[in-house]
């Protein structure tokens, strides 16, 4: 069975600081794929980065950073000197492509951060 | 890049009603698919949009309750049907496979926003 556990339910920061957004996931697929979704207080789902099962390559895209290590089965996410407008909530998901594609999503992380 | 547009954006119903949502993409795409997201929750998947013949749906979702439709590769409805407080939530259509993006991410919609009275 497939699982994604984000156990921090809210966190909350001062604008500039670092914060590390956490994700566990749990699959017995050797084939899967790793995301981050952001939801902004709009309501809608904003793809933030993708990730193969087979690429534990760390990422970085400007503020943001994305850590994968398979050995931990964790896909943590830092947002660099965070700013007003990183307040939302962040999904983690877990995708499979096997016998029909199935995405399971964490139960989301509410970032708030304040100016 | 490709647009995913829901119509409405959102509602307010009567309890006892119906509300079809439509959901409408730029370019062909794989599959569709229509989540839930419950006030303060995570989201759940309902049914997978079949193109041409009837959604997959998941467990605790039934056709009565959520007719789904999709005539072509570009665009798929969802009806609340007989709704009650319960129903409102966020409901949000998801795409897989468009064209010049990453074909095994999924991408969403702007969500229609549903209240029942």
């Known amino acids: 069975a497939q699982k994604v556990t984000q156990a921090q339910t809210e966190i909350s920061v001062v604008e500039k600081e670092d914060v590390t957004l956490d994700c566990v996931y749990e699959?017995?697929?050797?084939?899967?794929?790793l995301f981050w979704y952001k939801q902004p207080p709009s309501g809608e789902l904003v793809f933030l980065i993708r990730?193969?099962?087979?690429?534990?390559q760390n990422e970085i895209s400007g503020r943001y950073s994305w850590n994968f290590q398979k050995s931990t089965s964790s896909f943590n996410f830092t947002i660099t000197a965070s700013q007003v407008v990183d307040s939302a909530v962040y999904f983690c998901?877990?995708?499979?492509?096997?016998?029909?594609?199935?995405?399971?999503f964490g139960a989301g992380t509410r970032l708030f951060v304040k100016a | 890049s490709a647009v995913i547009s829901q119509k409405p954006s959102r509602d307010i119903c009567q309890r006892g009603t119906s509300l079809t949502i439509q959901c409408q993409v730029d370019?062909?795409?794989?599959?569709m698919f229509w989540y839930r997201q419950q006030p303060g929750q995570s989201l759940t998947l309902i049914a997978t949009a079949n193109q041409g013949s009837e959604a997959t749906y998941e467990s605790g979702f039934v056709i009565d309750k959520f007719p789904i439709s999709r005539p072509n590769l570009t665009f798929s409805t969802l009806t609340v049907s007989n709704m009650s407080p319960e129903d409102s939530s966020i409901y949000l259509c998801?795409?897989?496979?468009?064209?010049?993006?990453?074909?095994?991410?999924?991408?969403f919609g702007p969500g229609t926003r549903l209240t029942v009275l």
């Open positions: 370019s062909q795409v794989t599959m």
């Open positions: 998801s795409v897989l496979g468009l064209a010049g993006l990453n074909t095994d991410t999924q991408y």
């Open positions: 998901a877990l995708s499979r492509n096997t016998g029909g594609f199935k995405t399971i």
């Open positions: 699959t017995r697929d050797t084939t899967y794929y």
């Open positions: 990730r193969n099962s087979f690429d534990e």
